[in-house]
């Protein structure tokens, strides 16, 4: 699986923005989908999950009730709704895939970054 993210860019504080990961192959659809974002001088964390068939999602509690992750497996195509971002919310974010749903799973795939700019 290769995965593409995209929808990045600089925006202020209290502003929304949709990233989208579109992904290559036939069995997207069997894939657990997350996003991760890395911060300058940070360690990666985990954002959000969504399992194969969107019916369990997972969240970090800085990110819940703001962010939402979708998916369309017609589309091969996962997103990140972000609304209220915050300055914190500046970083890199990464899509990934794993046969696994679970924050603490390995990931197996992963894409590019898409950067994010929270201004204040």
């Known amino acids: 699986v290769q995965l593409q993210a995209s929808g990045g860019g600089l925006v202020q504080a209290g502003d929304s923005l949709r990233l989208s990961c579109a992904a290559s192959?036939?069995?997207?659809?069997?894939?657990?989908m997350g996003w991760f974002r890395q911060a300058p001088g940070k360690e990666r964390e985990f954002v959000a999950a969504?399992?194969?068939?969107?019916?369990?999602?997972d969240y970090a509690d800085s990110v819940k009730d703001r962010f939402t992750i979708s998916r369309d497996n017609a589309k091969n195509t996962v997103y990140l709704q972000m609304n209220s971002l915050k300055p914190e919310d500046t970083a890199a974010y990464y899509c990934?895939?794993?046969?696994?749903?679970?924050?603490?799973?390995?990931?197996?795939?992963w894409g590019q970054g898409t950067q994010v700019t929270v201004s204040s």
């Open positions: 192959g036939r069995t997207f659809g069997n894939y657990a």
């Open positions: 969504t399992t194969w068939n969107a019916q369990n999602t």
């Open positions: 990934a895939a794993n046969w696994l749903f679970g924050r603490f799973n390995e990931w197996t795939y």
